[in-house]
T-cell receptor, first 112, second 113 residues
Framework: SQQGEEDPQALSIQEGENATMNCSYK?????LQWYRQNSGRGLVHLILIRSNEREKHSGRLRVTLDTSKKSSSLLITASRAADTASYFC????????????FGAGTRLFVKA | NAGVTQTPKFQVLKTGQSMTLQCAQDMNHEYMSWYRQDPGMGLRLIHYSVGAGITDQGEVPNGYNVSRSTTEDFPLRLLSAAPSQTSVYFC????????????FGPGTRLTVT
């Protein structure tokens, strides 16, 4: 079973536009993380937001978390062609944080 | 630091063969994990370890064994390969379980014919 579900599955935008990806999850969490995966590569951690935080920024990334709706969003501002990748949300699936559950991801394509 | 390394990068097996995927990290991380990624899907947790000598099952453990004799190494063994195990396998490590980012290896692409 997947804890996190991303929406949309795929997104195509022009360079310079903003990209928003959403993640919904099913059970209570301690934290939620976003990862990026370039084609054929391993995942790279982008940002972690704890359950008691509502918003977090890192460079051109902005993550929000709404625990009442069990959802999170990742906003990439002023997208670049190099942002083309798949983006995954990941949540802890148990209270000990031993198991991380990944969603199916959003494929972002940024056209130059 | 090399980070997380995985070998081999590619492997083709026949049904019924066994093999070991190697994973090593040089960051002195306590937590290590194995995932598989199938086309168009996210990662699914196979096994994880919270320290040397301690392992446990993830979402999809059947057909796989792990051991953790040292902090650095966390090999994944396929006991009797099946076509359903064709996938890309990623190893990851983090300082500890819970509120820490995971560092991923480059992956092993496995095909079982």
């Amino acid at each position: 079973s997947q804890q996190g579900e991303e929406d949309p599955q795929a997104l195509s935008i022009q360079e310079g536009e903003n990209a928003t990806m959403n993640c919904s999850y099913k059970t209570s969490i301690n934290n939620l993380q976003w990862y990026r995966q370039n084609s054929g590569r391993g995942l790279v951690h982008l940002i972690l937001i704890r359950s008691n935080e509502r918003e977090k920024h890192s460079g051109r990334l902005r993550v929000t978390l709404d625990t009442s709706k069990k959802s999170s969003s990742l906003l990439i501002t002023a997208s670049r062609a190099a942002d083309t990748a798949s983006y995954f949300c990941a949540t802890d699936a148990d209270t000990g944080g031993f198991k991380t559950i990944f969603g199916a991801g959003t494929r972002l394509f940024v056209k130059a | 630091n090399a980070g997380v390394t995985q070998t081999p990068k590619f492997q083709v097996l026949k049904t019924g063969q066994s093999m070991t995927l190697q994973c090593a990290q040089d960051m002195n991380h306590e937590y290590m994990s194995w995932y598989r990624q199938d086309p168009g899907m996210g990662l699914r947790l196979i096994h994880y370890s919270v320290g040397a000598g301690i392992t446990d099952q993830g979402e999809v453990p059947n057909g796989y064994n792990v051991s953790r004799s040292t902090t650095e190494d966390f090999p994944l063994r396929l006991l009797s390969a099946a076509p359903s195990q064709t996938s890309v396998y990623f190893c990851a490590s983090s300082y500890s379980a819970g509120l820490y980012e995971q560092y991923f290896g480059p992956g092993t692409r496995l095909t079982v014919t």
